[in-house]
């Protein structure tokens, strides 16, 4: 018998992850701010908490939804708790005396 527990409590930086440290990174804008004042998360995003805030930009920045690196970095963890039992067992049946398996 085997038993085995895996922790996994690391960022959510899959390939395809919007909300993935690399990704933002290459992506986001280097004149937008992390955090803001007047927003309620203190964060620098949109007022529905969706996308990057415009910081000084004229405009919102809606590049592919991406939101606030630090937000994602601060709250977006990827963590799972796995148990696992694993048995093996083995049975022998010999049905007739003189007959091997």
């Known amino acids: 018998m085997q038993v085995t527990r895996t922790e996994n409590t690391g960022l959510n930086t899959g ?3 919007l ?4 990704t933002n990174a290459a992506r986001l804008f280097p004149n937008v701010p ?3 004042a007047n927003h309620p998360t203190g ?3 949109s007022p529905d908490g969706a996308v990057l805030g415009q910081g000084s930009n004229l405009r919102g920045i809606d590049i592919n939804n991406y939101t606030n690196i ?4 601060d709250n977006n963890r990827f963590a799972a708790n796995i148990g696992r039992v694993l048995s093996t067992t083995y049975l022998q ?6 007959c091997s398996p």
């Open 70 to 73: 630090q937000f994602a970095l």
């Open 34 to 36: 992390i955090f803001n």
């Open 19 to 22: 909300s993935g440290n690399l």
């Open 93 to 98: 049946i010999t049905p007739f005396a003189g």
């Open 43 to 45: 964060y620098n995003i």
């Open 15 to 17: 390939s395809n992850a």
